[in-house]
């Protein structure tokens, strides 16, 4: 085979793994495209029971074990704001937990949605019953109620008080109100207790 023939046969390669290439990197774009298509539709689609900000939540409360709980934000002189115990302004509260508890209930996303129910009892939800409470900045406020757990989804049934709609979530924003105000009460900073042993 003489040194022009392999010549062409290189570049014929070339070629072809080149015409190669751009196949798959077409065929990748509009993978990538259709891909892209199908999350923003799902996007749009999305159902969303609150759908909030949490610097926008002023007050939370919520019952648990029988008991009524209440955290509040409250702003110093200078201007800082905390999350503090209604009941109970000299109780440290643990900012962590409570900034966590706002922000798990202002995008509880839903499945479904069952519009104008007229018997949301059937769900397990009833307007006389305690719920999380949320208050705003802006002075509004709303409740979530949450109600029975279907087996078929592994979703809960859940509603905003005084609304129609009834929504499928998956609840997980509940375990974050299954505890109690002292279950808040922030640790005990180490150098206080140093200093406390010391007095003694």
């Known amino acids: 085979m003489g040194e022009k023939e ?3 046969m290189t570049r014929t390669k070339k070629i072809l793994i080149l015409c190669v290439c751009a196949l798959v990197l077409t065929g990748a774009y509009f993978g990538i495209t259709k891909w892209s298509e199908k999350v923003t539709k799902e996007d749009e689609n999305a159902f969303y029971m609150t759908d909030i900000n949490s610097e926008d939540i002023t007050a939370i409360s919520w019952e648990y074990n029988g008991e009524v709980y209440r955290l509040e934000i409250e702003s110093d ?6 999350w503090v115990n209604a009941d109970d302004s000299d ?8 900034e966590s508890m706002a922000n798990i209930i202002c995008n509880i996303a839903a499945s479904r949605i069952i519009k104008n129910t007229e018997d949301y009892s ?6 006389d019953e305690t719920g999380i409470k949320i ?20 979703e809960y049934y859940a ?17 974050s109100f299954e505890c109690t105000m002292e279950d ?3 640790a005990e900073k180490e150098d206080s207790a140093e200093n406390d042993s010391a007095t003694e």
């Open 184 to 186: 808040l009460k922030a």
């Open 122 to 127: 059937q769900y397990g939800l009833y307007e």
């Open 91 to 98: 109780f440290e509260v643990n900012q962590d937990y409570a």
């Open 77 to 82: 002189e200078e201007g800082n704001e905390r």
């Open 6 to 8: 392999e010549t062409v």
């Open 135 to 154: 208050q705003m900045s802006d002075g509004s406020e709303f409740e979530i109620l949450t109600g029975n757990y279907n087996e078929v989804s592994y």
């Open 159 to 175: 509603m905003l008080k005084g609304e129609k709609d009834v929504f499928m979530v998956e609840g997980t924003y509940m375990d």
